[in-house]
């Protein structure tokens, strides 16, 4: 049992990889750390592997690991989203006492993180759920960390927040992001964008790979030259890595072994649909979410191979190089889509749930630790910086500058993809955004004309405000009905 003098100031309870990796990282901050797994097994492994890289106070029982907290405590649960976190948290609230600070760093579902602020809020216990983005690597040498929940907590916990988050150029990427669930639906929202990157990253490769017949060594060094530039991410840097791997076991690339059927854990979806009820289309991000689907459809794709008719498939003649840049252009321009549809809806929900985001300090956080951190988030702290009431990120100067040099080849890329079958459905649908936003006209006026004609749904007129309908059934002469 700890004595007075030597308790934690901060404890991490699940000890898999990422909560030993950020417990770890507290430590050698200075912090003094508590730590408890439900099996001790994880814990004992944790202390021997590591107990000597600072001031551990572990604990076999949730009783003890409370107990050796310094008031007001705060305990970070790293477990599984779901029914284990459900069950940490309510053994946290019977042992903790009022103002102790329970923070659920996992992937939470942001309407979860609401109800449960509320429900600890009423036991006299403070709730943040904080989206914790870097993976192992980011938990443990400076992860960006989007805490929610009440503006008291983060006086407590900012400070600890702040030493062990990632920092760019003197700033850490940590804030405060908002009341309840705030925290936890942009971290939500980065996982959408983080599908996206990756998903035109993926199509970039398809391109270089089966159009220009780059092998995926040749590919690597592209993204490698790539990430010298503006699409300068971790994202590119990993995948260079990725396609730079020879499989030990076959001597091919490793790439080539890998079954081409993409996971999801939900967080991508769950983006999709938050943005459904918001009315907010991130088409980019809802195309990546259904392009994992479809690879994972095995059954179906096999019983389509060879089936369905390709049609008159043209072959690539084109130069390579002036192709490769073409491709790089259409995947940066694909990237500010995705981007600016994920911050059209981190503003929907603000509004929407009253939390006040602000975009650039959204940016700036993201800017390092997380799995979307790239060059390209500094243009977006500057967009915000210039106009936080920014209508598209598109229409920022620094955009619009961009895309004129990126736009005839985005268009190039998909003509050339779609002449030799080859599927490119964030780079397509992304564009068809960008056309449909810039659009004089949309085809919506025929879907008003067909609702006004089988529901009497109304439309309005180009010409006059107010609400009309037509008698389609009868003379056919229009009425005004408000
Ligand atoms: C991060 C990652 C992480 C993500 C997992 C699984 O920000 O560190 O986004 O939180 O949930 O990597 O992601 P999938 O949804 O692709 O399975």
Redesign the pocket.
């Known amino acids: 049992m700890s004595t007075p003098e030597n308790l934690a100031h901060i404890g991490v309870v699940g000890l898999a990889v990422m909560g030993s990796n950020l417990a770890r990282n507290f430590a050698h901050k200075g912090h003094t750390v508590a730590v408890y797994n439900r099996s001790p097994e994880k814990t004992r492994a944790l202390m021997a592997a590591h107990g000597d890289e600072g001031a551990f106070l572990p604990s076999e029982t949730i009783e003890d690991f409370v107990a050796s907290l310094e008031r007001p405590r705060k305990a970070i649960i790293m477990v599984q989203a779901g029914p284990a976190t459900d069950a940490v948290i309510e053994q946290l609230a019977e042992a903790m006492e009022e103002g102790d600070i329970i923070i659920d760093g996992g992937?939470a579902l942001f309407t979860d993180t609401i109800r449960r602020e509320q429900e600890m809020a009423a036991r006299g216990r403070h709730f943040v759920g904080a989206?914790?983005?870097?993976?192992e690597e980011?938990a443990l040498t400076g992860?960006?960390i989007m805490p929610g929940g009440p503006t008291e907590s983060w006086e407590t916990l900012g400070p600890l927040l702040e030493s062990v988050a990632a920092v760019v150029d003197g700033t850490p990427c940590v804030t405060h992001i908002g009341p309840d669930g705030a925290g936890h639906f942009v971290?939500m929202v980065?996982?959408g964008i983080?599908?996206a990157d990756?998903q035109v990253i993926g199509e970039a490769y398809q391109l270089l790979r089966y159009a220009a017949g780059l092998t995926p060594a040749e590919i690597s060094e592209v993204f490698r030259e790539w990430n010298a530039g503006e699409l300068n991410s971790y994202l590119i840097e990993i995948t260079a890595e990725v396609l730079a791997q020879v499989d030990a076991e076959t001597g091919q690339p490793l790439i080539d072994v890998i079954v081409d059927a993409?996971?999801?854990?939900?967080?991508?979806r769950w983006t999709v649909k938050a943005a459904l009820d918001l009315g907010i289309p991130v088409t980019g991000i809802g195309e990546a979410v259904f392009a994992?689907a479809l690879s994972s459809s095995l059954e179906q794709r096999r019983a389509a191979q060879g089936v369905l008719p390709s049609g008159e498939l043209a072959t690539f003649d084109g130069d390579r190089d002036a192709f490769i840049e073409d491709v790089r252009r259409a995947l940066y321009a694909s990237k500010f889509v995705a981007y600016a549809q994920g911050f059209d809806e981190i503003q929907a929900g603000s509004e929407e749930y009253g939390w006040n985001i602000d975009p650039r300090d959204l940016a700036t956080i993201w800017r390092g630790g997380?799995?979307?951190r790239a060059k390209f988030l500094n243009r977006i702290v500057e967009a915000y910086d210039a106009n936080p009431e920014l209508p598209s990120l598109l229409l920022d100067g620094y955009f619009l500058g961009e895309l004129s040099g990126l736009i005839d080849s985005w268009r190039r890329v998909i003509i050339t993809a779609t002449s030799l079958g080859l599927p490119v459905p964030v780079f397509a649908s992304s564009l068809s955004y960008y056309d449909s936003l810039r659009a004089e006209r949309l085809p919506a006026a025929v879907i008003q004309g067909q609702r006004d004609f089988f529901g009497a749904h109304t439309y309005g007129r180009v010409d006059k405000p107010g609400a009309f309908h037509t008698l389609w059934s009868g003379d056919r002469t229009e009425v005004q009905t408000s």
């Open positions: 992937n989206g914790i983005s870097g993976g980011g992860p960006s971290k980065h996982n983080e599908y990756m993409a996971g999801q854990k939900g967080t991508g994992r997380c799995i979307i």
